[in-house]
């Protein structure tokens, strides 16, 4: 890290220690949410990044008199490293010991620890609470927030326009979805849900926003009570015209600042208010108890209902991800093309221009709207770093001695994409092609298997990474997750990984399904594809595929591969040249010819079929 940016950094921590011993903190908890506790956060928002110099999606700081311990996953830890100053910000990992866990060790008899209850959940306190009073420490939550308080140039809150969803895209009316709600709320004898994700919201209503990059939906709160009385808190200001027009009867606006206020007016003894616990600020679990109601903590019934998608949605997806598929194959044929004789010339390509480029040709596609999240564009070691940013000045040149991996998605009017390739030319690293051939046996296993309702996530994780496992290689990160519908790219609650889930994979749902294998200080392999779930006719599920990308078929051993293996892969790339030569370019479209033709298995090696 750059002296300078060192020293900028200390001295905020001074100030944000004057400041905490103003309040009489002994601790300062600094979580990477917002108000509405999702993964992207404007730049009003960044708190940890302003403490730490971390600017992951994940993470959460202890900011203490005398020191600060920065937990991150295992996604993020050599960005933490390379962000953030040892001597100022000691580090650790999110899961293997968690926060908590540290706490219950660190806290000191009477310490006072603080943290802001509209960034944490209920579930997160209801640890840290556990875990202070392990140590006889307390936790309080504090009016106004520190970080704030020192922050001079803290950027604005967002102003993104809100517009209307329509019903031609959405394919349920906001007045339907209600309907269903109020069913719920009827079965659990609620008087009032309590939404403060904004994916949900703008699901549930039917609007789209531009508050937070990649998040095509604005920040806002509602509260719907059981006689179906919905209130939105929102800034109206950041209307479209029209949009008032297109909102239901039954949906009263209020000033976002006033979500609390109306709350604590709304809510009465006795009342019993459904709220998720892992998805909205303790301090709405703290104004319904402090009002002798009770909080019913449980997984927020919108989110279930968003996760299946209806047909009018899956349509949208499956249509814009032929779109997106273009995109890549224009892609493709330019970086195979060009890096060989870029490098050649003394120029090579670097991976900010690769990140341009494949934006450039989405930007050429129909519906398109914006990135679905940073594209990570790494080439060589860099693809060790599972979420690596390039730097536009001084990113790394992508040469034919080096495979390069790239990870991006867009929003569309339709849908949202996510999809992942790795890309070889001259040499492979040793150990690639291993290495390679076991994330594509990966990837076959998990997206041909049929699997039983009740299924969850973690009950098909190891059947991915069995393959990588027979080599004595894993991967630090899940195997899928959820993406929504012009949404969030990652959407709860379904998702594939090690860790416990108890959300049973259903009808409708789209996951995707990433394998790979990262080779510190060498190479890092990722292939991703989205699928949808559906049913057949014997009542079992199966992933139906969405992405229909060349997979590279160079760096595979070709007669390790099962005839199975052989056969799923021809018959994909015959669908995707089926689908998306004729949208291509002249010379895109022969280089995609070149990357779909079909490949065989012999005894004594490999070769491409004629």
Same mark, same amino acid.
């Given at each position: 890290m750059p002296e300078n940016r060192s020293a900028v950094l200390a001295e905020r921590?001074?100030?944000?220690?004057?400041?905490?011993?103003?309040?009489?903190?002994?601790?300062?908890?600094?979580?990477?949410?917002?108000?509405?506790?999702?993964?992207?956060?404007?730049?009003?928002?960044?708190?940890?990044g302003f403490v730490t110099g971390f600017t992951g999606s994940a993470g959460v700081a202890i900011v203490m008199l005398d020191r600060v311990r920065l937990f991150v996953d295992g996604r993020y830890t050599v960005q933490a490293q390379n962000q953030c100053p040892a001597h100022l910000i000691e580090r650790d990992h999110l899961f293997e010991n968690p926060p908590e866990a540290w706490l219950a060790e660190? /806290?000191? %008899?009477?310490?006072?620890? +603080?943290?802001? #209850?509209?960034?944490?959940?209920? =579930?997160?306190?209801?640890?840290?609470?556990?875990?202070?009073?392990?140590?006889?420490?307390?936790m309080t939550p504090l009016t106004g927030n520190p970080v704030d308080a020192v922050w001079a140039d803290q950027p604005a809150e967002p102003?993104?326009?809100?517009? /209307?969803? %329509?019903?031609?895209?959405? +394919?349920?009316? #906001?007045?339907?979805?209600?309907? =269903?709600?109020?069913?719920?709320?009827?079965?659990?004898?609620?008087?009032?849900?309590?939404?403060?994700?904004?994916?949900?919201?703008?699901?549930?209503?039917?609007?789209?926003?531009?508050?937070?990059?990649?998040?095509?939906?604005?920040?806002?709160?509602?509260?719907l009570d059981k006689t179906g009385v919905g209130h939105w808190f929102v800034n109206r200001d950041k209307f479209e015209d029209g949009l008032d027009d297109t909102l239901p009867?039954?949906?009263?606006?209020?000033?976002?600042?006033?979500?609390?206020?109306?709350?604590?007016?709304?809510?009465?003894?006795?009342?019993?208010?459904?709220?998720?616990?892992?998805?909205?600020?303790a301090a709405v679990t703290h104004l319904v108890r402090a009002a002798k109601a009770e909080a019913v903590h449980g997984l927020s019934p919108v989110t279930s209902a968003k996760a299946c998608k209806n047909d009018t949605e899956l349509e949208g997806?499956?249509?814009?991800?032929v779109e997106d598929a273009v995109a890549w194959v224009e892609f493709g044929f330019w970086l195979q093309s060009t890096v060989p004789s870029r490098a050649a010339a003394g120029n090579p390509v670097s991976e900010y221009e690769a990140e341009a480029k494949i934006l450039e040709f989405r930007q050429a596609r129909p519906g398109f709207l914006s990135e679905s999240f940073h594209t990570i564009s790494c080439a060589g070691a860099n693809a060790a770093m599972c979420h690596y940013a390039a730097d536009p000045d001084v990113s790394a040149p992508v040469l034919p001695s080096a495979p390069y991996l790239l990870d991006s998605g867009g929003q569309y009017e339709t849908g949202t994409t996510d999809a992942t390739r790795s890309y070889s030319f001259d040499t492979l690293p040793e150990g690639y092609a291993e290495a390679y051939t076991a994330v594509y046996k990966a990837l076959f296993a998990l997206a041909t298997l049929r699997f039983p309702k009740g299924t969850q996530g973690h009950h098909i994780d190891a059947i991915c990474r069995r393959p990588l496992w027979d080599l004595g290689l894993d991967y630090d990160h899940g195997t899928g997750h959820g993406i929504g519908h012009r949404l969030s790219v990652h959407e709860q609650p379904q998702r594939i990984g090690k860790?416990?889930?108890?959300?049973d994979l259903a009808t409708g749902m789209v996951l995707s399904i990433e394998p790979g294998y990262y080779k510190a200080?060498?190479?890092?392999?990722?292939?991703?594809?989205?699928?949808?779930?559906?049913?057949a006719d014997d009542g079992f599920l199966y992933f139906e595929n969405l992405t229909w990308i060349p997979i590279q078929t160079d760096a595979l051993i070709l007669d390790r591969l099962?005839?199975?293996?052989?056969?799923?892969?021809?018959?994909?790339?015959?669908?995707?040249e089926e689908l998306v030569a004729a949208r291509c370019s002249v010379d895109a479209k022969r280089w995609l010819t070149a990357a779909c033709r079909p490949v065989a298995r012999r005894s004594s090696g490999w070769q491409q079929a004629v």
């Open positions: 921590l001074t100030a944000l220690r004057e400041e905490m011993k103003t309040r009489g903190l002994d601790a300062l908890v600094v979580p990477r949410f917002d108000a509405h506790q999702g993964e992207y956060v404007a730049p009003h928002d960044e708190r940890l660190t /806290a000191q %008899p009477e310490w006072v620890i +603080g943290y802001d #209850a509209m960034l944490l959940p209920p =579930n997160w306190v209801k640890r840290f609470e556990g875990a202070a009073a392990t140590s006889g420490a307390v102003f993104g326009t809100i517009s /209307a969803f %329509p019903l031609q895209f959405a +394919g349920v009316s #906001a007045s339907q979805k209600r309907g =269903n709600l109020l069913e719920l709320m009827m079965a659990e004898e609620a008087d009032f849900l309590v939404e403060t994700q904004p994916d949900n919201i703008a699901w549930f209503l039917n609007v789209r926003g531009d508050d937070v990059a990649y998040n095509p939906m604005p920040q806002s709160f509602l509260l009867e039954w949906l009263k606006l209020h000033p976002k600042d006033a979500f609390l206020d109306v709350l604590c007016a709304e809510v009465k003894p006795g009342n019993k208010v459904m709220l998720d616990p892992d998805f909205s600020p997806l499956r249509a814009c991800h860790p416990f889930n108890p959300i200080g060498s190479y890092g392999i990722r292939i991703e594809n989205l699928f949808e779930i559906r049913e099962s005839e199975a293996e052989t056969d799923w892969l021809n018959t994909y790339h015959a669908k995707v």
